[in-house]
């Protein structure tokens, strides 16, 4: 089974603090992604990666940047933390061949509250 | 660019009764379809795809989505709803042949099945 793990369920951090979301997937995929999901807006492409050290901005990255130093992990960063970053955030993985082409794995969600 | 409409955020049913969730999507080239499903608490898992072939695709819980080339939708429907079907679900495209398989989501309808 794949598994995708995100290194903590709930965290709170105050304004300003730097804060460090860490996605750890076990099956050599190429692709993962970072998304934040809100009531009534569904999940929305904050970055994602295809190859180590590769990164492309997704829909809303402002504020946020991220680490792919290693194949099976990906990190998203906030600089400094802000209350409308509350939100619960998603990581995914995905290969690019096989049976499961196009399939995104997700992990538990890290829902975070910024006071 | 694509997008994707899920008209019902919520969706309220009983016990065995039959339910359909709808899913529009907006591409001007070709795409594969997904339903993704969360349950309370948990990260999202994949439900059903459309990738080629047959229009009409069954997931191993009973629910089945038909792709509708031309009315350019694909709902998700199951015959008879059981309360452990109550979750959000998620329906998202992608290019067809994209180099990185980013999903589109839509923004999610709530199935709630009441005894």
């Known amino acids: 089974d794949v598994k995708v793990t995100q290194s903590s369920r709930y965290l709170v951090k105050r304004t300003g603090e730097k804060v460090f979301l860490e996605c750890v997937q076990d099956?050599?995929?190429?692709?993962m992604f970072w998304y934040r999901q809100d009531p009534g807006l569904g999940l929305r492409l904050i970055y994602f990666s295809y190859d180590v050290k590769m990164k492309e901005k997704g829909d809303i990255p402002e504020g946020y940047s991220v680490s792919r130093e290693k194949k099976e992990r990906f990190s998203l960063i906030l600089e400094s933390a802000s209350t409308n970053q509350t939100s619960m955030y998603l990581c995914?993985?995905?290969?690019?061949?096989?049976?499961?082409?196009?399939?995104?794995?997700f992990g538990p969600g890290t829902r975070l509250t910024v006071t | 660019a694509q997008s994707v409409t899920q008209l019902d955020s919520q969706v309220p049913v009983f016990e065995e009764a039959p339910v359909e969730l709808r899913c529009n999507y907006s591409?001007?080239?070709?795409?594969?379809l997904f339903w993704y499903v969360q349950y309370p608490n948990q990260g999202l898992q994949l439900l059903l795809k459309?990738?080629?072939?047959?229009?009409l695709v069954e997931s191993i819980n009973g629910f089945e989505a038909e792709f509708n080339k031309s009315q350019t939708s694909f709902h998700l429907r199951k015959p008879s709803v059981h309360i452990s079907d109550t979750a959000e679900y998620f329906c998202?495209?992608?290019?067809?042949?994209?180099?990185?398989?980013?999903?589109?989501f839509g923004t999610g309808t709530l199935l709630a099945v009441q005894p």
């Open positions: 591409s001007s080239v070709s795409v594969y």
């Open positions: 995914a993985s995905s290969g690019r061949t096989g049976g499961q082409l196009y399939e995104q794995y």
């Open positions: 459309y990738l080629s072939g047959s229009t």
């Open positions: 099956m050599d995929h190429e692709n």
């Open positions: 998202a495209v992608t290019e067809r042949g994209g180099a990185t398989n980013k999903l589109i």
